[in-house]
């Protein structure tokens, strides 16, 4: 049996840095999404000249890309992620900005054949406005309803977003000019090898738990400690769905 102590200060300690989740690897298993985010990506980019990655994180995504077409930026609202992602993308021509609101992307209007978005918000209207007519939007979201079996496992909240689905990012892109032309769901199985898996993805995804410390949760943490420790591992369910939109030609 490992210690709960030493687990939960392992994760405490454990800088997070971009979109890097190395720590969890073997502590924290998400099993794959119907369809392939990556793939569907390099199927979009053939014969474009311009693409958007929208939350970059620290570019680890585009950067395992092949072929980058000739012109490609991508956006980073959280600040120590812009460097990481400048530094990871300046050698590919990418160019990385850093994004101050949804509803103001630094582009001009019809910049972009193609706009991708893994897990990252979104205004509908603003990436209409800078995509081509004829231009396409790829994202895959994650669901209001991800990993929520934590939060009621810790006597925590719900998160204040759970409403955000499928069918209601659809209709927005849709109001803002879109065609819909793929769309698919699923719950893939979490499954979690330890507790410090635990706290360090409530401490990372501070938005899912806003009010999360160990001290406060101590006791639940404990309990979901034993349980793991007895049972083997926890099983919770995450939630994605993805969108391929196409800009109405005007």
């Not at 119907?34 to 000249?49: F, K, N, T």
């Not at 992307?105 to 995509?131: K, Y």
């Not at 000019?177 to 995804?205: N, Q």
């Not at 938005?207 to 919770?236: A, C, K, M, N």
Request: charged share 25%.
């Amino acid at each position: 049996m490992t210690d709960f102590n030493t687990l939960i200060q392992s994760a405490l300690a454990q800088e997070f840095s971009g979109w890097d989740f190395a720590y969890l690897e073997g502590r924290w298993d998400d099993s794959p999404t119907p369809w392939s985010y990556r793939d569907l990506v390099i199927e979009a980019m053939q014969g474009i000249d311009s693409m958007l990655d929208m939350g970059t994180g620290g570019g680890e995504f585009l950067a395992s890309l092949p072929g980058l077409p000739s012109y490609t930026a991508a956006t980073e609202a959280y600040e120590p992620n812009v460097t990481v992602a400048t530094q990871r993308l300046q050698s590919l021509g990418v160019h990385v900005v850093a994004l101050k609101s949804d509803q103001n992307l630094p582009f001009e209007d019809n910049r972009f054949d193609l706009i991708i978005n893994r897990h990252e918000s979104f205004d509908a209207a603003e990436v209409a406005r800078i995509l081509k007519p004829g231009g396409r939007f790829l994202t895959q979201q994650v669901g209001g309803e991800d990993c929520i079996d934590l939060n009621r496992l810790l006597g925590a909240p719900d998160p204040v977003y759970t409403s955000w689905s499928l069918d209601m990012a659809a209709r927005q892109l849709e109001v803002a000019g879109f065609d819909i032309v793929r769309r698919e769901h699923a719950r893939p199985a979490t499954t979690i090898h330890d507790i410090g898996a635990v706290v360090f993805y409530c401490k990372v995804i501070s938005w899912q738990f806003p009010d999360f410390s160990v001290d406060r949760y101590h006791d639940r943490l404990r309990d979901l400690h034993t349980r793991i420790e007895r049972e083997g591992s926890l099983r919770v369910w995450s939630e994605r769905f993805l969108i391929e939109g196409m800009m109405r030609n005007v």
